[in-house]
């Protein structure tokens, strides 16, 4: 009797399966249209033509590039690194210190 416990055991051991936590976290999605438009407000303020803007397509490289909160000021604060990373953009975009 001892020999089919121990077979048992070893086939429920092969054969079952343990559940698997999965921790699920929520990132809040950016939505690129704000930031587009806050950042573009941000360049006519700085004096930049939003012609200019418009034909080098800065807002929508800026939008996809950014990852954080859509508000004025963390915006601002990632310039000049938009800048560093996006050499041919950052001549244009001087007047925004």
């Not at 999605?29 to 033509?49: K, P, R, S």
Request: glycine share 2%; net charge negative; with cysteine.
């Amino acid at each position: 009797m001892n020999w089919i416990k121990t077979l048992w055991t070893k086939l429920v051991d092969k054969t079952s399966t343990a559940p698997t936590l999965v921790e699920v976290e929520e990132v809040e999605e950016v939505n690129t249209e704000v930031v587009a438009d806050i950042f573009t407000q941000i360049c006519v303020d700085a004096g930049i033509a939003k012609k200019w803007v418009v034909r080098y397509e800065m807002s929508s490289i800026f939008a996809q590039w950014y990852d954080g909160p859509a508000d004025v000021d963390s915006i601002r604060q990632c310039i000049p690194q938009f800048k560093k990373e996006h050499p041919e953009l950052a001549s244009n975009l001087v007047r925004i210190k």
